[in-house]
């Protein structure tokens, strides 16, 4: 089956500009996931959908992140402005429900902010 | 909210050796505790996971032991080989959090040949 698809690989913004992130989860996957790995550190859970509903976003800073899951397939992480400690790798991952199940991740998209 | 704590941050072994990677958690209610593995460059892929039912499981020559009592959760490596040098996370999950996955720090493996 084919894997979770992220785009773009890599993005070198200057701060105070806005990025966006697309997410393709595989088919038939109902809960997708946005993370941030800053370097060194383990995933830190922004936003979670189950379907096209926001399921927990208590660590997402909504006053610059937002996220959406249209139709309940693709989705977009957006940054606006972005700061430097923005700097991470920004996972999205998927799996079939939630509760229990394995994530699969997608290959990552790395954003550095200068 | 829910907290996970890993150790040690870097292990190196041996060849051949066992290493054994030690976590715990926070929330009680947490019941599925899935271990990924990330190499270098690379996304985290799932290498074993535990639910709170069960108290060991074992995978060729990894195998996860689970304390619900002591809220500690091990990821055990036997006969480790250099391909089994990466970055391992832990992780805990429960329904009282919306199946919230909230990933440990992480632990550098390094197997030397």
């Known amino acids: 089956e084919a894997g979770v698809a992220q785009s773009p690989r890599y993005k070198i913004i200057e701060k105070r500009q806005s990025v966006a992130f697309w997410c393709n989860p595989i088919s038939g996957h109902a809960t997708l996931y946005w993370y941030q790995q800053i370097l060194g550190q383990g995933p830190k859970l922004l936003i979670q959908?189950?379907?096209?509903?926001?399921?927990?976003d208590s660590q997402l800073p909504k006053d610059r992140f937002s996220a959406e899951r249209l139709k309940g397939v693709d989705s977009t992480l957006k940054i606006q402005p972005a700061k430097l400690e923005d700097s991470a790798v920004y996972l999205c991952a998927s799996s079939l429900v939630q509760g229990g199940y394995e994530q699969y991740f997608g290959p990552g998209t790395r954003l550095t902010v200068t | 909210g829910e907290n996970v704590e890993q150790h040690p941050s870097t292990l190196s072994v041996q060849e051949g050796d066992s290493a054994v990677i030690k976590c715990t958690y926070s929330?009680?209610?947490?019941?599925?505790f899935p271990w990924y593995k990330q190499e270098l460059g690379k996304r985290p892929q799932l290498i074993i996971d535990?639910?709170?039912?069960?108290g060991e499981k074992k995978d060729q020559r990894i195998a996860v032991t689970l304390n619900k009592t002591a809220k500690h959760f091990s990821l055990h490596i036997t006969e480790t080989q250099p391909e089994d040098s990466a970055v391992y996370f832990c992780?805990?999950?429960?329904?009282?959090?919306?199946?919230?996955?909230?990933f440990g720090p992480g632990t550098s493996l390094s197997v030397i040949p």
């Open positions: 929330d009680s209610a947490s019941n599925y």
């Open positions: 535990i639910r709170s039912n069960v």
């Open positions: 992780a805990a999950s429960s329904k009282t959090s919306y199946d919230k996955v909230i």
């Open positions: 959908f189950q379907n096209n509903g926001v399921v927990d």
